[in-house]
T-cell receptor
Framework: GNSVTQMEGPVTLSEEAFLTINCTYT??????LFWYVQYPGEGLQLLLK?????DKGSNKGFEATYRKETTSFHLEKGSVQVSDSAVYFC?????????????FGAGTRLAVHP | NAGVTQTPKFQVLKTGQSMTLQCAQD?????MSWYRQDPGMGLRLIHY???????DQGEVPNGYNVSRSTTEDFPLRLLSAAPSQTSVYFC?????????????FGSGTRLTVV
């Protein structure tokens, strides 16, 4: 079946530290891959996406590369800020019954302190 | 402001009570969906709709009903609440389906069933 596995949190970092949040997936076919971010008290927002192998999605200093050979889509940022504290969800899209659906990972909470 | 509006933000129910979670969007999106978010499990799709008059089940539909009489509104009904339905509920919408850049989430309804 289709699934997404993320590293467990919470991840606690100091400001300006390097961030990696691991994400691996299982899917039939060639899904699109996404990272969503959820700030406290808010809904999810799309952070970045990649639609095919070797694509790199990037936004707000975050990057993730679609690695088909390792079925991974790890999220990275070179220097985190306190404002990056949030929950990050990896997701993939699948087509079922003629419609697209998103499959989410469990989420990884990031806490950045000054 | 354009977006997805969910009401109420918080609700406490007694076991066996019924209620409706409201979701409205003003972006003329055809696709609307409901998710529940539980700790360690990410977001799971409850029901979705691809247009007025058309709804379908997601991963976890049991205990929930939906209808879509207008493009703007997609209410979620709990007919007889159970403690297992304690969760945070998110509504989301887009023009054609999940995975679009403009897949927009509401800010959520936190439901506690006692």
């Amino acid at each position: 079946g289709n699934s997404v596995t993320q590293m467990e949190g919470p991840v606690t970092l100091s400001e300006e530290a390097f961030l990696t949040i691991n994400c691996t997936y299982t899917a039939t076919g060639y899904p699109s891959l996404f990272w969503y971010v959820q700030y406290p008290g808010e809904g999810l927002q799309l952070l970045l996406k990649a639609t095919k192998a070797d694509d790199k999605g990037s936004n707000k200093g975050f990057e993730a590369t679609y690695r088909k050979e390792t079925t991974s889509f790890h999220l990275e940022k070179g220097s985190v800020q306190v404002s990056d504290s949030a929950v990050y969800f990896c997701a993939l899209s699948v087509t079922s019954g003629g419609y697209n659906k998103l499959i989410f990972g469990a989420g990884t909470r990031l806490a950045v302190h000054p | 402001n354009a977006g997805v509006t969910q009401t109420p933000k918080f609700q406490v129910l007694k076991t066996g009570q019924s209620m409706t979670l409201q979701c409205a969007q003003d972006m003329n999106h055809e696709y609307m969906s409901w998710y529940r978010q539980d700790p360690g499990m990410g977001l799971r799709l409850i029901h979705y709709s691809v247009g007025a008059g058309i709804t379908d089940q997601g991963e976890v539909p049991n205990g929930y009903n939906v209808s879509r009489s207008t493009t703007e509104d997609f209410p979620l009904r709990l007919l007889s609440a159970a403690p297992s339905q304690t969760s945070v509920y998110f509504c989301a919408s887009s023009r054609t389906g999940p995975g679009e850049d403009r897949y927009t989430f509401g800010s959520g309804t936190r439901l506690t069933v006692v």
